[in-house]
T-cell receptor
């Protein structure tokens, strides 16, 4: 099955800093989503982005499907951005409807 | 949208007991998923329904696990003869089909502890 690798595994920032999280996947995808899991465990959908670029406030995401990676940018980070960020993909040719998750990037934003 | 609801939030049980969890998806979503998450890992797919039909099951889902979605609305996940290795967060998610509508929305999860 498809493999999803996220980097870095851990990231510590000072409030106000910018960051880039990366998601690499091993095969063609037709669905890619980014999630934020807050410290209370709730998973929030940030982006549906199988290709191209989207922006939502201080967050933006870019997926280059032909090169099998996606990037999540967080600008002017705030303490409320802390948590784990997951990338999840749906394999285009796999015949399955499941989203496969990476292991996540744990972000800590210090005041 | 009222969001995806899961009940209970926490469940503590003794090894060998049966447990059942409930998920109420967003009302207009026809797809419903169950995932399991352990500490430090991403969610792992268990099973998926489109309306009332269970269309896919992970090999992780042993015969002690069963899921239903009668009438294509709420879903239940039952674990029989629980084992300590079943301890995890059980997450339910729902979505529509097609394109942007495939965005997955998760509930708050049921944290299961098997003693």
């Amino acid at each position: 099955g498809i493999q999803v690798e996220q980097s870095p595994p851990d990231l510590i920032l000072q409030e106000g800093a910018n960051s880039t999280l990366r998601c690499n996947f091993s095969d063609s995808v037709n669905n890619l989503q980014w999630f934020h899991q807050n410290p209370w465990g709730q998973l929030i959908n940030l982006f549906y982005i199988p290709s191209g670029t989207k922006q939502n406030g201080r967050l933006s995401a870019t997926t280059v499907a032909t090169e099998r990676y996606s990037l999540l940018y967080i600008s002017s980070s705030q303490t409320t951005d802390s948590g784990v960020y997951f990338c999840a993909v749906h394999e285009a040719q796999g015949g399955s409807e499941k989203l496969v998750f990476g292991k996540g990037t744990k972000l800590t934003v210090n005041p | 949208d009222t969001g995806v609801s899961q009940d209970p939030r926490h469940k503590i049980t003794k090894r060998g007991q049966n447990v059942t969890f409930r998920c109420d998806p967003i009302s207009e979503h026809n797809r419903l998923y169950w995932y399991r998450q352990t500490l430090g890992q991403g969610p792992e797919f268990l099973t998926y329904f489109q309306n009332e039909a269970q269309l896919e099951k992970s090999r992780l889902l042993s015969d002690r696990f069963s899921a239903e979605r009668p009438k294509g609305s709420f879903s239940t996940l039952e674990i029989q003869r629980t084992e300590q290795g079943d301890s995890a967060m059980y997450l339910c998610a729902s979505s529509r089909t097609r394109g942007e509508n495939e965005k997955l929305f998760f509930g708050s999860g049921t944290q299961l502890s098997v003693l």
